[in-house]
């Protein structure tokens, strides 16, 4: 570089060189083949001129324009002008190098499109958006740093939007912690730039701290944590010093100990897709099958609606005629009492309101009735896995189907109830002594003068009771109460949660005892063989009771020796247990777990997560409510942090240890069917886990692994046929594990690599999503990603997981997913099997339907109750 420096005395100084701006002497870093830029400058007292500019492109020669745009009040600033100059040229130096890149490859393309600093959301806004919220939160027409990201868009990674700031102030020589409007609008253009040169450069600047177009590995662990911090990746964070480390040994062989712009385009361009776009052999059948899928539109309505009944009945026939037979039952109880008292005396008296109330009555003694079979567990579980019946009967509903039956007995008692209080009642209260005359073999001589008379009768308390604690244990049973979902005063929140839930819901037994009693002493009926309230509920109360019993005495010997306990990040902690004799169980199910120490009465439901083939029982455990929380306290209490490579926060290794401390004692009753275990009927399987709901899915994984070893020994003959359990259908899973933190991988790690390490055909393919981390083409989370490609090639170790999976960034585009299973699986039965929260059973029981209808794979959903 030539600088002439002109002054504005009568002699003018001329002086000229080439190369560095703060030495005489040429640097070895330029070549004598590599271009250089001659300005030539008029420096005066307080203003810099730009006279004359050779050799620079249009970006340059525009930086170098900048000096005279602020005039020097100081000479002493002049220094600061002339070493930013030189600093952006070298830059320019640095990018021409990184436009020597080949960008014909697909991983350059899809680089191409990343390092986006908007999101898809803000990026539609555009500047009128951005303007009203400068002018909203802007002081003096300034906008402070602290409120950058709020007025961009990236309110959630304010520290990223800090240091983005400051690359770009750093940029435009801007020192000021605030911006104008249309420095604004300048920052909103660059980072909304749709170039990626442009993108990389800003990234880049960000890393760049001291704006010498070099990136030391200071620079690097700096923006490793800020990264790390704004995924909330926090182990990550913790280790900054060492991933510094590697990506240096990956882009600075030579130590040289920095490295420039092209080198991160390397890195960049290198690192494999975190895409959900999932390859295949068939280009050509995944078109096909895209065109196949695209929604259309059947322009005849008839036709239309046609069309969704019969998907309709298609997906949910079980369910239809179970309701359709339940309802007609109820329709024809009522039809039956409304008419036979339409047909007594007393229907002159009290007419239609007491066919009414009867017709109420003998339905809510039905779904009385009926209301306890599908929570009798054992006879559920024999049924589904003992039986045909599941072929008809949807079993997987039992939980649904008693919600319904209880809102059936709502409104059976609301028609009994307001009946009788709003409409007979008072009929027979202002009844004339004729009218009256037939009503005495049931009322007594005197005719009733106010409600006090029904109200004190046996009749009448024993239904105000029923009625009261019906409505106590139906309130406490809403997800709100239950889940303690709603922001209530602490006073009355400690009324609701799964506590008072579990304990209102067995006030049931006072409920079936004042409704034989209420059943039993009756107004209008006086022979004993008419009053058949006893006989609705007799078989019921002793099946279920029989179910009580049994499991009191299988839970008495039941008791477990606890091996290993582990606390783990999110709350979650695990419990390995001595498997009881004769114990045997399906992947899927879940067994109900009693601690003396926190509650003797209360037995909690959690799900299986070891194998059928382990030799021990365990269990993970998320602390949400009063009584887990509880437990994990007394097990913390005899923990300790992990040594060496051991996971998770705390642990007690019981088994091997010298010192055998004062463990709570668990009994457990079980295993129950739940929905998951019908996975051996598939021959492939696609299991989706949100969180904590991946544990009965990892069961189903190992055993499938189990399975899958057993089955290659039996054809290698290493053992006999028979004396192992014999094999079932499925050969091919697929698991999606989603969860929000990056601590929650350590829950399952020990299986994540066995199955890495054995599963050699690659038969079950594993997914782990982290949806803290932002989506892959984000510039927050770029650099994780360069690091996890690192890392994985090194040492075939995932950064964010902690396991041979590697982790996925965002949440899965779950049409891609059925897509990819359809394309693997032509015109075979897929079993999609789902645990986790709510929000996602109906993108996937649509899909699964979606594909179902249009494709020749059909998908059969279940979802597990969470």
Same mark, same amino acid.
């Given at each position: 570089m030539e600088i002439e420096n002109i002054s504005d005395s009568d002699s003018i100084r001329r002086v000229g060189f080439s190369g560095p701006l703060v030495s005489g002497k040429r640097s070895s870093r330029f070549n004598d083949n590599e271009s250089y830029v001659e300005i030539t400058l008029d420096v005066r007292d307080d203003s810099v001129l730009v006279q004359n500019i050779k050799g620079a492109d249009q970006e340059s020669a525009l930086l170098a324009s900048r000096l005279e745009k602020r005039p020097n009040t100081l000479g002493s600033q002049l220094s600061f002008h002339l070493r930013q100059v030189s600093k952006e040229l070298k830059r320019m130096t640095s990018l021409n190098k990184f436009h020597k890149m080949d960008r014909s490859k697909s991983g350059a393309a899809r680089a191409l499109r990343g390092l986006q600093f908007m999101n898809k959301n803000v990026r539609t806004e555009g500047w009128s958006e951005i303007e009203t919220r400068f002018d909203k939160l802007a002081v003096n027409e300034m906008l402070p740093k602290s409120l950058f990201g709020q007025c961009i868009g990236m309110k959630e990674s304010s520290e990223f939007a800090e240091e983005l700031f400051d690359a770009l102030a750093r940029k435009r020589c801007i020192t000021s912690p605030s911006v104008t409007k249309a420095e604004l609008r300048e920052f909103w253009e660059q980072i909304t730039d749709t170039g990626f040169d442009a993108r990389l450069q800003t990234f880049f600047d960000m890393v760049d701290k001291d704006a010498d177009g070099r990136i030391t590995q200071e620079e690097v662990k700096e923006i490793i944590s800020l990264s790390a911090s704004a995924n909330k990746l926090s182990k990550i964070q913790q280790n900054a010093d060492e991933y510094a480390a590697l990506i240096m040994e990956e882009l600075d062989p030579d130590n040289v100990g920095y490295i420039e712009l092209y080198n991160l385009e390397t890195l960049l361009i290198q690192a494999p897709s975190h895409s959900t776009n999932l390859s295949t052999n068939s280009r050509v059948l995944s078109q096909m099958l895209s065109q196949k899928l695209k929604p259309t539109k059947e322009p005849n309505p008839i036709k239309r609606c046609t069309r969704r009944l019969e998907y309709f009945i298609e997906d949910n026939w079980k369910r239809i005629w179970v309701m359709v037979l339940w309802l007609s039952i109820c329709a024809g109880l009522f039809t039956w009492k409304f008419i036979q008292y339409k047909r007594r005396a007393v229907f002159d008296v009290m007419g239609h309101c007491v066919s009414v109330a009867k017709g109420g009555a003998e339905t809510t003694k039905f779904n009385m009735a009926l209301v306890l079979l599908p929570v009798c567990r054992n006879t559920i579980t024999w049924l589904r896995s003992r039986t045909k019946l599941g072929k008809i009967i949807p079993f997987d509903d039992n939980i649904n189907f008693h919600k319904v039956i209880a809102l059936g007995i709502a409104v059976g008692v609301g028609l009994h109830a307001i009946s009788h209080l709003t409409c007979d009642f008072p009929r027979l209260l202002h009844a004339t002594d004729e009218e009256y005359e037939p009503m005495k073999p049931f009322f007594g001589d005197e005719r009733p003068n106010n409600y006090w008379w029904f109200v004190k009768g046996t009749e009448g308390w024993t239904g105000v009771v029923m009625v009261v604690l019906m409505i106590i244990a139906y309130i406490l049973a809403q997800p709100w109460f239950r889940r303690n979902r709603l922001n209530l005063p602490s006073t009355i929140k400690k009324l609701t949660g /799964?506590?008072?839930?579990?304990?209102?819901?067995?006030?049931?037994?006072?409920?079936?005892?004042? /409704?034989?009693?209420?059943?039993?002493?009756?107004?209008?009926?006086?022979?004993?063989?008419?009053?058949?309230?006893?006989?609705?509920?007799?078989?019921?109360?002793?099946?279920?009771?029989?179910?009580?019993?049994?499991?009191?005495?299988?839970?008495?010997?039941?008791?477990?020796?606890?091996?290993?306990?582990?606390?783990?990040?999110?709350?979650?902690?695990?419990?390995?247990?001595?498997?009881?004799? %004769?114990?045997?169980?399906?992947?899927?199910?879940?067994?109900?777990?009693?601690?003396?120490?926190?509650?003797?009465?209360?037995?909690?439901?959690?799900?299986? #997560?070891?194998?059928?083939?382990?030799?021990?029982?365990?269990?993970?455990?998320?602390?949400?409510?009063?009584?887990? #929380?509880?437990?994990?306290?007394?097990?913390?209490?005899?923990?300790?942090?992990?040594?060496?490579?051991?996971?998770?926060?705390?642990?007690?290794?019981?088994?091997?240890?010298?010192?055998?401390?004062?463990? +709570?004692?668990?009994?457990?009753?079980?295993?129950?069917?739940? +929905?998951?275990?019908?996975?051996?009927?598939?021959?492939?399987?696609?299991?989706?886990?949100?969180?904590?709901?991946?544990?009965?899915?990892?069961?189903?994984?190992?055993?499938?692994?189990?399975?899958?070893?057993?089955?290659?020994?039996?054809?290698?003959?290493?053992?006999?046929?028979?004396?192992?359990?014999?094999?079932?259908?499925?050969?091919?899973?697929?698991?999606?594990?989603?969860?929000?933190?990056? %601590?929650?991988?350590?829950?399952?790690?020990?299986?994540?690599?066995?199955?890495?390490?054995n599963d050699q055909e690659g038969l079950i393919e594993l997914h782990n999503y982290c949806t803290s981390v932002y989506e892959e083409g984000d510039a927050r989370s770029a650099l994780i990603t360069m690091l996890q490609s690192i890392q994985q090639a090194k040492s075939g170790v995932d950064i964010v997981s902690g396991t041979r999976v590697k982790t996925h960034f965002a949440r899965p585009n779950w049409r891609q997913v059925f897509k990819h299973v359809t394309i693997n699986h032509p015109d075979q039965r897929i079993g999609v099997f789902y645990c986790g929260p709510q929000g996602l059973v109906g993108e996937l029981r649509h899909l699964s339907q979606d594909f179902s209808h249009k494709t020749g794979t059909k998908f059969e959903f279940h979802k597990e109750n969470f």
């Open positions: /799964f506590n008072a839930f579990w304990y209102s819901h067995h006030l049931f037994v006072i409920v079936y005892v004042l /409704f034989i009693i209420h059943g039993y002493f009756l107004y209008l009926s006086k022979k004993w063989y008419k009053k058949t309230t006893w006989m609705y509920i007799a078989v019921p109360m002793i099946l279920y009771a029989c179910e009580r019993l049994l499991r009191a005495f299988r839970s008495g010997y039941k008791a477990v020796r606890i091996l290993k306990v582990a606390v783990y990040p999110g709350n979650v902690m695990a419990v390995h247990m001595s498997k009881p004799l %004769g114990f045997k169980y399906t992947s899927g199910q879940y067994i109900f777990v009693n601690c003396s120490d926190v509650s003797s009465f209360q037995w909690h439901p959690f799900t299986i #997560s070891s194998a059928p083939g382990d030799d021990y029982l365990s269990m993970h455990i998320r602390t949400v409510g009063d009584w887990t #929380s509880q437990l994990k306290i007394l097990f913390s209490k005899v923990c300790e942090p992990p040594t060496g490579d051991q996971s998770g926060l705390l642990r007690a290794d019981i088994a091997k240890a010298d010192y055998k401390p004062r463990l +709570p004692k668990l009994l457990i009753d079980g295993p129950y069917g739940a +929905p998951a275990q019908d996975y051996k009927k598939y021959d492939v399987v696609l299991l989706v886990g949100l969180g904590i709901g991946a544990t009965p899915l990892i069961s189903i994984v190992k055993d499938v692994l189990n399975n899958i070893k057993q089955q290659k020994d039996l054809e290698d003959g290493l053992i006999e046929s028979g004396t192992k359990k014999s094999p079932f259908a499925t050969k091919r899973a697929y698991f999606y594990w989603v969860t929000r933190e990056q %601590g929650s991988f350590e829950w399952f790690k020990g299986v994540m690599d066995e199955v890495s390490q």
